[in-house]
């Protein structure tokens, strides 16, 4: 087992820092949020590798990278449309004493390294120990439903955003009538529908931390927070559409106020 920890932890940390030189090569580092969903499917495939003989290890590490290319592809597109460094990223390093890309590699690449292993584990334990039972279905189902909302939320978001008559209004049709965040919610059920494979074997429950704090992320701190704070204040209807319109969980939309 150590040398499975060790073995991913590597492959992890040989992502984000191919992704540092990269970002140190364009003067930007925005190219991190790219490397987040690669870095989870580089740890699955290393995991199934040490684990070859074991069916699980290759379902998991299956179900990884699908969901992680699909992000990384995701978010590239997206950062081709929008020239120049994230405004977060660039908010950030100006805060930086002496050296930006050594600030960088402390304060984004090595925290991203450390949060990805961690909430990777689920994957790393299945692989090798949880079993291949008929159980298996209800984590495959579970992923599946992330995965549906999570794509057709950014699928719904992009062709959104792509259209100009959107320009200044918000997106209330779809998926994100049910939630503001289909995307983030999908993503969440996503690592606990990989949670609920490894839970197959004890050892598996061990790994529940991974799974609560992708959620406390995408839910409380880096994920619908900012998003929220952001459209606030540049979108002059969101306050009508928060009042009516679920911020995690899908469920019907209530009536808003000004209705």
Not at 229 to 237: F, I, N, S, V, Y
Not at 248 to 256: A, L, V
Request: aromatic share 12%; net charge positive; hydrophobic share 55%.
């Amino acid at each position: 087992m150590l040398t499975l920890l060790l073995a991913t932890a590597a492959a992890a940390l040989a992502v984000l820092a191919g992704a540092f030189a990269v970002g140190v090569a364009r003067g930007m580092h925005k190219g991190v949020d790219v490397a987040w969903g690669l870095g989870f499917a580089a740890v699955a495939v290393t995991a199934a590798a040490l684990n070859a003989d074991r069916p699980m290890a290759w379902l998991v590490a299956a179900l990884t990278a699908i969901w992680g290319v699909r992000l990384a592809v995701h978010i590239g597109r997206s950062a081709r449309l929008h020239p120049g460094e994230d405004p977060r990223y660039d908010e950030m390093l100006r805060r930086a004493k002496g050296s930006r890309n050594a600030y960088a590699f402390r304060s984004v690449y090595l925290l991203q390294w450390i949060t990805l292993w961690f909430v990777s584990l689920p994957v790393q334990i299945a692989a090798r120990y949880a079993p291949l039972t008929a159980l298996a279905a209800v984590g495959v189902v579970i992923w599946a439903v992330g995965l549906f909302f999570e794509a057709v939320g950014d699928q719904q978001l992009a062709r959104f955003r792509a259209d100009p008559a959107s320009k200044g209004k918000v997106l209330d049709t779809g998926l994100w009538r049910w939630t503001r965040h289909p995307n983030y919610f999908g993503d969440a059920c996503v690592w606990w529908g990989l949670f609920a494979l490894a839970a197959l074997h004890w050892t598996g429950w061990l790994t529940v931390l991974s799974p609560l704090l992708m959620t406390w992320f995408l839910a409380r701190k880096t994920g619908k927070p900012l998003m929220e704070k952001h459209l606030a204040e540049t979108r002059p209807g969101y306050a009508d559409y928060v009042a009516r319109t679920s911020g995690f969980f899908p469920r019907p939309p209530r009536r808003s106020a000004r209705s």
